[in-house]
C-alpha cells in the first residue's frame, strides 16, 4: 500500500511536468518568419506576455538548432515590446497605436508582432533565432519555427527601399528601416540595427510628367515630416523627411550623433557620426529616382533646427543642391553661451562638448564641421549654393552674436548669400518670421526656383 506521502510526492511530480512546458511557453517566442525585401530581412514573432521583455536577435551562417549553437551565432541586436508599433505616429496621432506595414501597402502588424530588420551585407544563406530576455534572464530554449528558423534564407544585398505605408492624395507615407553597419548598397545610418523613420513624399502623377524640381524641406525642432504639399509648386517631388528618435534629446539637428550616445563623457574614444545626413541624401536619392526629377534642380527649405539642416547640408554638398532658404537659423553650433544657444546640453548628448571637439567621420572636429563659416573657408573658390535667411536679433533660442560673423566671412569669400534681419524673436508675436520681411522673403522663395546647378545664376 502506498504512503499518502509517497501520493503527495508523486502528483507534485507530475504537476510539475506538466506545467514546464506551458512555463516555457511563456518566455519562448512563437511563429517567427524571415521575409526577404530589397536587401532587408524581416523578422516577425509572436510576443511573449510583459512589457518588460527584451528580444535578441541572433543570425547564424549554420542552423540553431540547439541552444549551444547560438555561441556561434551573430548577436544582430535587440527590440523591446510592441516592435511592431509607430511609435512616431502614435505619438503624433494622440495615442492611437498605428502599425508597420512590411510591404508596400500591405496589411498592418498586429499590437502582439515582434519585429526587427536586418540589412543584407553580404550573399549568404542565413539562419535566425529570437530569444527573450526577461529581467536580465534568457530562456534559450531552442524550437524551430517556433523562435528560431528551420529553413535557411537566401540573402543577396540590395539596396534597402522605404516601404509604402500610406497613399492619400498626393500624399506618400513611407518608412524606412537602417542599420548600424554599411553594406555595398547603403551606409550606416544609425548606432543601432533596425531603427525605423518615417518619411513623405509629395507627388501629383495628374501633372506633367517631364521632370520635376525636388524640394527638401527639414521640419523645426518641435515638427515632423506630415507636410503638406507646396501650394504655390505643386508639380514639385516634396521630400520630407523625419529627424526623431525615443531618447532625449529625440532629435540629431539633421546631423547625426555619436555611436556611444548617450554616454558623452565617453565620445573623446569614438566618431561622431554623420547618421542623419547620410540618411537624408539617401532618401532623396530614392525620391528622384523613383519619380521623374530634374537633379539640376533640388532646393531645401527650412525653419529653425529645419534652416540649420538646410544650410549646412547646403553647403556640404554643393553638387546636390541648387539653392537654400532659411528662416531663423543657427550657423555655428559651438556658439552656445550668453543666449547663442538655449539648447546646448542637447549638442553634449549628441556629439559631445566643444571643450572636447572630438572626430567626425570625415576626420575634422565636430564643432569645425558644424561651424557654417568653417565650411566656407573650406570651399575656397568653389561656388557654393545661393542661400536667404531671415533672422532676428532677439532671437531667445538661437541668439544674434554668430550671424554677423557668417555675414562678413560669406561676404569676403564672395559667396552668394542675403541676409534679412529684423529685431524679431524667435517665437511669439514679435518672431522674425511673421514680421517686416515676411512678404520679401516669399517673394525670394519664388525665386529660388529659378536657380540650376547646371547654368550660370539667373
Known amino acids: 500500500m502506498r504512503s499518502r506521502l509517497g501520493l503527495k510526492i508523486a502528483s507534485l511530480a507530475a504537476i510539475t511536468c506538466l506545467l514546464a512546458p506551458a512555463l516555457s511557453a511563456q518566455t519562448v517566442v512563437s511563429e517567427l518568419q524571415a521575409r526577404v525585401r530589397s536587401g532587408q530581412v524581416f523578422l516577425t514573432w509572436k510576443?511573449?506576455?510583459?512589457?518588460?521583455?527584451?528580444?535578441?536577435?541572433?543570425?547564424?551562417?549554420?542552423?540553431?538548432?540547439?541552444?549551444?549553437?547560438?555561441?556561434?551565432?551573430?548577436?544582430?541586436g535587440s527590440v523591446g515590446?510592441?516592435?511592431?508599433?509607430?511609435?512616431?505616429?502614435?505619438?503624433?496621432?494622440?495615442?492611437?497605436?498605428?502599425?508597420?506595414?512590411?510591404?508596400?501597402?500591405?496589411?498592418?502588424l498586429l499590437d502582439d508582432d515582434g519585429l526587427f530588420v536586418h540589412t543584407i551585407g553580404a550573399t549568404e544563406l542565413a539562419w535566425y533565432a529570437v530569444i527573450a530576455n526577461i529581467d536580465g534572464n534568457e530562456d534559450t530554449t531552442i524550437v524551430g519555427d517556433g523562435n528560431s528558423t528551420i529553413a535557411g534564407t537566401d540573402e543577396v544585398p540590395e539596396r534597402p527601399l522605404p516601404v509604402l505605408q500610406r497613399v492619400d492624395g498626393v500624399k506618400r507615407d513611407y518608412v524606412h528601416w537602417?542599420?548600424?553597419?554599411?553594406?555595398?548598397?547603403?551606409?550606416?545610418?544609425?548606432f543601432s540595427a533596425s531603427q525605423a523613420f518615417n518619411l513623405r513624399i509629395n507627388y501629383d502623377p495628374l501633372i506633367d510628367p517631364n521632370p520635376r524640381p525636388t524640394l527638401v524641406r527639414l521640419h523645426f525642432r518641435d515638427g515632423n515630416y506630415q507636410h503638406e504639399p507646396e501650394p504655390s509648386h505643386p508639380e514639385a517631388i516634396m521630400?520630407?523627411?523625419?529627424?526623431?528618435?525615443?531618447?532625449?534629446?529625440?532629435?540629431?539637428?539633421?546631423?547625426?550623433?555619436?555611436?556611444?550616445?548617450?554616454?558623452?563623457?565617453?565620445?573623446?574614444?569614438?566618431?561622431?557620426?554623420?547618421?542623419?545626413?547620410?540618411?537624408?541624401?539617401?532618401?532623396?536619392?530614392?525620391?528622384?529616382?523613383?519619380?521623374p526629377a530634374d537633379l539640376a534642380r533640388t532646393y531645401l527649405v527650412g525653419v529653425s533646427m529645419g534652416a540649420m539642416g538646410s544650410a549646412f547640408l547646403a553647403y556640404r554638398h554643393p553638387e546636390r543642391f541648387a539653392a537654400a532658404q532659411l528662416v531663423l537659423t543657427k550657423?555655428?553650433?559651438?556658439?552656445?553661451?550668453?543666449?547663442?544657444?538655449?539648447?546646448?546640453?542637447?549638442?553634449?548628448?549628441?556629439?559631445?562638448?566643444?571643450?572636447?571637439?572630438?572626430?567626425?567621420?570625415?576626420?575634422?572636429?565636430?564643432?569645425?564641421?558644424?561651424?557654417?563659416?568653417?565650411?566656407?573657408?573650406?570651399?575656397?573658390?568653389?561656388?557654393?549654393?545661393?542661400?536667404?535667411?531671415?533672422?532676428?536679433?532677439?532671437?531667445?533660442?538661437?541668439?544674434?552674436?554668430?550671424?554677423?560673423?557668417?555675414?562678413?566671412?560669406?561676404?569676403?569669400?564672395?559667396?552668394?548669400?542675403?541676409?534679412?534681419?529684423?529685431?524679431?524673436?524667435?517665437?511669439?508675436?514679435s518672431a522674425t518670421a511673421s514680421g517686416l520681411w515676411a512678404p520679401v522673403w516669399w517673394q525670394r522663395f519664388e525665386e529660388m526656383w529659378r536657380y540650376r546647378l547646371d547654368q550660370a545664376f539667373p
Open 81 to 108: 515590446a510592441e516592435s511592431s508599433k509607430n511609435r512616431r505616429n502614435t505619438l503624433l496621432d494622440g495615442d492611437v497605436p498605428d502599425y508597420y506595414a512590411i510591404e508596400d501597402l500591405g496589411p498592418r
Open 331 to 429: 550657423f555655428d553650433m559651438e556658439c552656445q553661451f550668453n543666449g547663442c544657444w538655449w539648447e546646448f546640453p542637447a549638442g553634449w548628448k549628441l556629439w559631445g562638448t566643444p571643450e572636447q571637439n572630438g572626430l567626425c567621420n570625415d576626420g575634422m572636429p565636430t564643432y569645425d564641421r558644424l561651424d557654417l563659416s568653417h565650411l566656407v573657408a573650406l570651399a575656397g573658390d568653389e561656388d557654393l549654393p545661393p542661400i536667404v535667411t531671415l533672422d532676428g536679433r532677439q532671437d531667445e533660442y538661437f541668439g544674434w552674436a554668430e550671424k554677423p560673423t557668417v555675414m562678413n566671412t560669406l561676404a569676403a569669400a564672395e559667396q552668394s548669400a542675403t541676409f534679412f534681419w529684423d529685431n524679431g524673436t524667435h517665437v511669439g508675436p
Open 47 to 76: 510576443e511573449v506576455p510583459g512589457a518588460a521583455v527584451t528580444y535578441h536577435v541572433y543570425r547564424s551562417a549554420s542552423p540553431i538548432d540547439e541552444p549551444s549553437d547560438l555561441a556561434s551565432a551573430a548577436l544582430l
Open 239 to 291: 521630400l520630407s523627411p523625419d529627424d526623431w528618435f525615443e531618447t532625449w534629446p529625440n532629435v540629431t539637428y539633421w546631423y547625426g550623433v555619436n555611436p556611444l550616445f548617450p554616454d558623452y563623457l565617453a565620445y573623446p574614444t569614438s566618431v561622431t557620426q554623420d547618421y542623419t545626413v547620410r540618411r537624408v541624401l539617401f532618401e532623396l536619392d530614392y525620391a528622384q529616382t523613383a519619380f
Open 178 to 190: 537602417v542599420s548600424d553597419v554599411a553594406t555595398p548598397f547603403a551606409p550606416a545610418m544609425w
